[in-house]
T-cell receptor, first 113, second 113 residues
Framework: DGGITQSPKYLFRKEGQNVTLSCEQN?????MYWYRQDPGQGLRLIYY???????QKGDIAEGYSVSREKKESFPLTVTSAQKNPTAFYLC????????????FGEGSRLTVL | AQTVTQSQPEMSVQEAETVTLSCTYD???????LFWYKQPPSRQMILVIR??????QNATENRFSVNFQKAAKSFSLKISDSQLGDTAMYFC??????????FGKGTSLLVTP
């Protein structure tokens, strides 16, 4: 089945460690996105990529980094510079600039101890 | 930048009744799209309904319908014949072509027996 796979689903890390969240899609979508979800805050955009080898910062990019070496993959690294990394992270993709609808993965819950 | 406001953090409704969730947005674009997403306890984001701004007719999907008031920049979601499975967070979102979705902070809906 086509879809978006995020891994791991749950991740625990010590403070000061970098961690990478995986996002893979087999929908042949051009654009991919990372959102962060905190209680009462809705979804906030971290980074997005509309084509391979190109990406742009979203509203809360500080302390995060991404790469887009393949169309199918858009990993997110949460660096030690991110002051409050504990959150739920959602990856999404979109076919193009048509309807604007996003398709989401199941999310990754990161807890920093 | 587009902003989306959901003024009802929590709502409840009895099974089989009708409930309306409010959403207002702010955009300077002429061509944009509006969405309602549902996030059940599993945290999987599910598209409920979509509205193209250039279409005057309100979108409907089975028990879900919207009241789109373009001049007032209002986009409310009506759920008819509420079911226990409708219990979830509901997010309103807006998008202009070629960019990401902007989300509201969400409304937590509880459907009671």
């Amino acid at each position: 089945d086509g879809g978006i796979t995020q891994s791991p689903k749950y991740l625990f890390r010590k403070e000061g460690q970098n961690v990478t969240l995986s996002c893979e899609q087999n929908l042949n979508h051009d654009a991919m996105y990372w959102y962060r979800q905190d209680p009462g805050q809705g979804l906030r955009l971290i980074y997005y990529s509309q084509i391979v080898n190109d990406f742009q910062k979203g509203d809360i990019a500080e302390g995060y980094s991404v790469s887009r070496e393949k169309k199918e993959s858009f990993p997110l690294t949460v660096t030690s510079a991110q002051k409050n990394p504990t959150a739920f992270y959602l990856c999404a993709s979109r076919a193009g600039a048509g309807t604007g609808e996003l398709f989401f993965g199941e999310g990754s819950r990161l807890t920093v101890l | 930048a587009q902003t989306v406001t959901q003024s009802q953090p929590e709502m409840s409704v009895q099974e089989a009744e009708t409930v309306t969730l409010s959403c207002t947005y702010d955009t300077s674009e002429n061509n944009y799209y509006l969405f309602w997403y549902k996030q059940p306890p599993s945290r999987q984001m599910i598209l409920v309904i979509r509205q193209e701004a250039y279409k005057q007719q309100n979108a409907t999907e089975n028990r879900f319908s919207v009241n789109f008031q373009k001049a007032a920049k209002s986009f409310s979601l009506k759920i008819s014949d509420s079911q226990l499975g409708d219990t979830a967070m509901y997010f309103c979102a807006s998008s202009n072509s070629g960019y990401a979705l902007n989300f509201g902070k969400g409304t937590s809906l509880l459907v009671t027996p």
